[in-house]
């Protein structure tokens, strides 16, 4: 039997990440689609990729909906998610229900903190994996996908009970962390080198370390009007705006998943000149996404920072006093677009 990838939120990471998954051995890969859906079920993603080239991805089923993905009655042995993260907007772990059935891994592509826990609430006895990729990809028209630059992606299973306080591991966790080395293999097969295989704690590690970057990069460039990482990161003023916020993030971690950052994590310092010398003139999304009016990722990337900083005692006031005013810009923001459709 084939392995089944469904990937679910197939725009620009899922779309990439299945690109590649389609060429693994003996595995299929399929869409589910929202407003792309007529342009890849007629021609498919076009890819492009400077480590990969071109290609045509054809997914085996392109769905239009969750409901005509149940109508398909296939059983997948992965769902990867990937989504906008917007618990404000809309619970999408519900897509999935009827989908998931047992043997059946959830994979989370997501960028933010807290992602896993909906999916694991809904999904008690399902394999819950977590992903964090640095990849930067965009869908610049529909079923065209840009990859840019970077693959990495580092996955580990969503096993909370092993936490402080946990009660210890439970017979089901070989097959999650199994799972999760499947998917890390295949990944690495089909070309991402840089796919990398980690523990529940290590990955939540991971997690917080991306949001050094996305809690420092993404906000600032909205509430900067605009400006790219690189013009922020060598801005002097900024510069030491975006240092505080990366330190802010990196000394909270370890005070909220009870263990010190692993060593091999780079520095704020690292991080920031690595971006200062990134010249790709590149946005963060959370820009792009205000400019065209959408909804940003406010809630996982600085909302459940500061609410699991709270639960343990901390203030996270460099992000506290961006998430609050940001988000009262995008309710205004939402507001006046709604009074001037009446
Ligand atoms: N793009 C990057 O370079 C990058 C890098 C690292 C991490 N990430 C993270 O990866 C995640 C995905 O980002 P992305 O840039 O790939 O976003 P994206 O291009 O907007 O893709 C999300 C896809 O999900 C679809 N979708 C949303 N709700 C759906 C629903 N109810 N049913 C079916 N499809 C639905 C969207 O359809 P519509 O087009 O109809 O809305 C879209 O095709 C985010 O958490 C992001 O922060 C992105």
Redesign the pocket.
Same mark, same amino acid.
């Given at each position: 039997m084939p392995t089944r990838i469904l990937i *679910?939120?197939?725009?620009? @990471?899922?779309?990439?990440y299945g690109s590649r998954l389609a060429c693994a051995a003996n595995t299929t890969v399929s869409a589910?689609?929202? +407003?792309?859906f007529k342009a890849v079920r007629d021609h498919g993603f076009k890819v492009t990729s400077p480590n990969y080239g071109e290609q045509v991805f054809k997914p085996e089923y392109v769905f239009s %909906?969750?409901e005509d993905a149940r109508k398909a009655g296939v059983k997948w042995d992965y769902l990867l998610v990937?989504?906008?993260?917007l618990p404000d907007v %809309?619970d999408?772990s519900a897509?999935i229900e009827g989908l998931v059935s047992d043997g059946t891994s959830i994979i989370l *592509?997501?960028?933010?903190l807290g &992602?896993e826990e909906p999916y694991k609430k809904r999904f008690p006895k399902a394999a819950v994996l977590s992903a &964090?990729? @640095?990849? %930067?990809?965009?869908?610049p028209s529909?079923g065209v996908i840009k990859h840019?630059r970077w693959t990495r992606i580092s996955i580990g299973p969503y096993l909370p009970h092993l936490d402080q306080g946990g009660s210890g591991s439970k017979p089901d966790d070989k097959a999650v962390i199994d799972s999760n080395k499947k998917i890390v293999y295949l990944l690495q097969e089909v070309g991402i080198k840089d796919a990398e295989s980690y523990s529940h704690a290590g990955l939540q590690f991971v997690r917080w370390h991306k949001i050094a970057i996305?809690a420092a990069m993404n906000p600032s460039s909205v509430l900067s009007g605009g400006l790219g990482n690189q013009e922020m990161s060598l801005d002097p003023e900024i510069s030491r705006h975006l240092t505080g916020v990366m330190n802010e993030v990196l000394e909270t971690a370890p005070k909220v998943l009870g263990k010190p950052l692993p060593p091999k994590l780079a520095t704020v310092e690292q991080l920031l000149n690595s971006t200062r010398k990134n010249s790709s003139g590149s946005k963060p +999304?959370m820009w792009l996404d205000w400019e065209k009016g959408a909804r940003m990722?406010l809630e &996982?990337i600085l909302g459940n920072p500061i609410r699991l900083a709270r639960q343990k005692g901390c203030e996270m006031p460099r992000l506290q006093s961006m998430y609050a005013l940001l988000k009262a810009a995008q309710e205004n923001r939402d507001k006046a677009k709604g009074s001037s459709r009446l």
């Open positions: *679910v939120g197939a725009g620009a @990471i899922g779309a990439f589910l689609c929202r +407003s792309n %909906s969750p990937a989504t906008k993260a %809309s999408d897509l *592509v997501q960028n933010g &992602v &964090v990729t @640095i990849a %930067s990809a965009a869908q529909h840019n996305n +999304s990722e &996982v």
